[in-house]
């Protein structure tokens, strides 16, 4: 596995490096499934719009490319949000707050490497 491969994937390396941690700490599996499910279907969304993006590139529509990466990114963001959010509210505090500390170094490690290896416009 190269280096580009290895930052491609580094946050779903944290996110199952997290579940030890999670039960070696007793800190809720309530909230480690819920930031697991919404996490690994951000990813599912990411590399759909990401398709999408491209093959509008491809067919020269930079418009439509724009739109549906902005439409991913900030669907994206809400919709992890919601989750860590929704936990709280319908399950217990902690399993919310357990779902948020996941989500956040999720989020920042995918933004922080997206940079650093881009999906999709290898060549």
Not at 79 to 103: N, S
Not at 109 to 123: D, F, K, W, Y
Request: no cysteine; aromatic share 8%; glycine share 8%.
């Amino acid at each position: 596995m190269g280096a580009s491969a290895i930052l491609r994937y580094l946050d779903l390396i944290l996110l199952a490096a997290a579940l030890p941690v999670f039960v070696a700490a007793g800190w809720p599996m309530l909230g480690y499934v819920v930031a697991a499910v919404v996490w690994i279907a951000q990813r599912l969304v990411l590399a759909y719009s990401d398709a999408r993006m491209l093959k509008s590139l491809a067919a020269g529509d930079r418009r439509d490319a724009f739109k549906v990466k902005a439409i991913s990114s900030l669907g994206r963001v809400w919709m992890i949000t919601l989750a860590a959010l929704l936990a709280g509210l319908f399950a217990e505090r902690e399993d919310g707050l357990a779902a948020a500390l996941l989500l956040v170094p999720l989020f920042t490690i995918q933004l922080a490497t997206t940079g650093a290896a881009p999906r999709g416009v290898e060549r």
